[in-house]
Every structure is written in structure tokens, then in C-alpha cells.
């Protein structure tokens, strides 16, 4: 009797062993979407603003979205969804927000091959972070993205970007 008990717990211990084997590799299919999903992340493509994304993803969604920027521009279509209200009342709509990106102040940004992000500095409802990129040429191009908290509908609680400004390498910028 005693020697079933054992064979008993073994099977138990086996059995519990396997299953959770064979439960991980049903969340295989989990997992690729997942994968596919933070792939969408880092290329930026059809992303809307949201209060889960911080002011720094924001930042990191926008430009991974204009580094892999594409014949369609669906890069610069995520960073004009990233536009704040303010944003594109100055801007207009998303033909001329386009050719504005296209301009000599902004054309870096677009398809650039690496960037770095400084420390975010934070200021109530406004946070600012300063970013190196290097370019397509090879150039190194720095801009200071000007982000805010939305506070009305329908983008409440999502941080969106206000401006982004070209700056000179002899810059100082004060962390605030």
C-alpha cells in the first residue's frame, strides 16, 4: 500500500510537471502575438495616443516610428496621432503636417538611423526631453521634444507632444 502512496505522489509530481510544460507551450500563440505586438510598439505604425504610454514612450514610439518610416508614411502618421490638440491647430492636417516634416528643420528626423534619449524633466503637466539622433547622412541632429498631460476629452490622461524643436549642439538645457 505504502509503495503506491510513493508511486501515487510521483505520478502527482510528474503529472503537475508536465502540465505546466504543456500549459507553456500553449501560451506560445500567446506570445506571438505578443511579440508581434511590441514589434508594432518599436516600429510605431498605427499607434494612438493613451494615458498608459509615459511621456518618455511617447517620445520612443514617435521616433522608432520616423526611423522606420515607410513609402506610405506610416511613421509620420503615428507622430502626427501624437500631436497634441495645440499641436495641430498650428500644424493643420496631416498633409500639411507631412510637408512640414519634410522641411530642412525637421527631414533628420525622418528615416534616421539611431537616436539617444537625455534624462525627461518633468514641470507640472509639461515634460521635456532632450534627443541626439544621428541621421540617414550620418549627421548628428539634436531636437528637444515639448510634451504635455492632456486634461480635456478625447485624449484625457494621454501625454501628446506640443513641439519639437531643432537645437544647436551648444544648447544648454536646464533640467527642470
Known sequence: ???VL???SSFVFVFIIA???FSLLKLT???GVFHLQMEKIFKGYNLEPSPYYSPDMVVEIQLSALK???ETDQGI???FNFASPVNKHFTGN?????????TSEYESLINLKSFTREKLSYYGVHAYQLVNIIDKNDRKVSYLFKLSLQTKNPYYGCWMTESVEKVSEDTIILQI
Open 19 to 21: 502540465f505546466c510544460f
Open 29 to 31: 500563440p500567446f506570445y
Open 77 to 79: 502618421e503615428t507622430v
Open 94 to 102: 496631416f498633409d500639411n503636417f507631412r510637408k512640414i516634416l519634410r
Open 68 to 70: 522606420s518610416n515607410n
Open 6 to 8: 510513493i508511486l501515487s
Open 1 to 3: 500500500m505504502r509503495k
